[in-house]
T-cell receptor, first 112, second 116 residues
Framework: KQEVTQIPAALSVPEGENLVLNCSFT??????LQWFRQDPGKGLTSLLL?????REQTSGRLNASLDKSSGRSTLYIAASQPGDSATYLC???????????FGQGTTLQVKP | DTGVSQDPRHKITKRGQNVTFRCDPI?????LYWYRQTLGQGPEFLTY????????KSRLLSDRFSAERPKGSFSTLEIQRTEQGDSAMYLC??????????????FGPGTRLLVL
């Protein structure tokens, strides 16, 4: 059974810091891994999708890495800003069905 | 196309009432998913459609829940005889069929349900 875990559950950093969010999954036979952002009371916004054949993906100040063999992914945020404050969720599809298994999320607060 | 839309955004109802939510996916997407999210947790899969066919229902979905996608476009999720435990955010997402290139799931803003 695929399980996805995110550590830490919450993180508070001063503005300008670089930070890393962690995601682990128990079944390494994944097709891809997706990182999302969720603002309070809102839906999910897709940030990055890494295919199983890729090691990393970059978008602006965000960089996501994937190590299938160890069952881990990281989301690196460079030069954090108060606007980055949100909950970050990682998810993997179950087999090739597309239905996503989510972690519990990491709630990030960036203080001015 | 402005993305996935959901209606209503908020719903307050009394225990025992029926509620229906609507999701309009991105028009060219064949896949449509429903998830439920409770406070402090990640979303949990409920059901999904490939065009108009409902391919799977989670064990989380009791007999009080029913979902349809009659013409392969919009979808509805109905909850009959609501219970307080049904209070949650109901999220809809759409994507192309997996394995056909772009596989990112795009989510709507969600419908927040409160059962009193």
């Amino acid at each position: 059974k695929q399980e996805v875990t995110q550590i830490p559950a919450a993180l508070s950093v001063p503005e300008g810091e670089n930070l890393v969010l962690n995601c682990s999954f128990t079944d390494s036979a994944i097709y891809n891994l997706q990182w999302f952002r969720q603002d309070p009371g809102k839906g999910l916004t897709s940030l990055l999708l890494i295919q199983s054949s890729q090691r990393e993906q970059t978008s602006g100040r965000l960089n996501a890495s994937l190590d299938k063999s160890s069952g881990r992914s990281t989301l690196y945020i460079a030069a954090s800003q108060p606007g980055d404050s949100a909950t970050y969720l990682c998810a993997v599809p179950l087999g090739n069905t597309g239905k996503l298994i989510f972690g519990q999320g990491t709630t990030l607060q960036v203080k001015p | 196309d402005t993305g996935v839309s959901q209606d209503p955004r908020h719903k307050i109802t009394k225990r025992g009432q029926n509620v229906t939510f609507r999701c309009d996916p991105i028009s060219e997407h064949n896949r449509l998913y429903w998830y439920r999210q409770t406070l402090g947790q990640g979303p949990e899969f409920l059901t999904y459609f490939q065009n108009e066919a409902q391919l799977e229902k989670s064990r989380l979905l009791s007999d009080r829940f029913s979902a349809e996608r009659p013409k392969g476009s919009f979808s509805t999720l109905e909850i009959q005889r609501t219970e307080q435990g049904d209070s949650a955010m109901y999220l809809c997402a759409s994507s192309p069929t997996p394995g056909q290139g772009e596989e990112t799931q795009y989510f709507g803003p969600g419908t927040r349900l409160l059962v009193l």
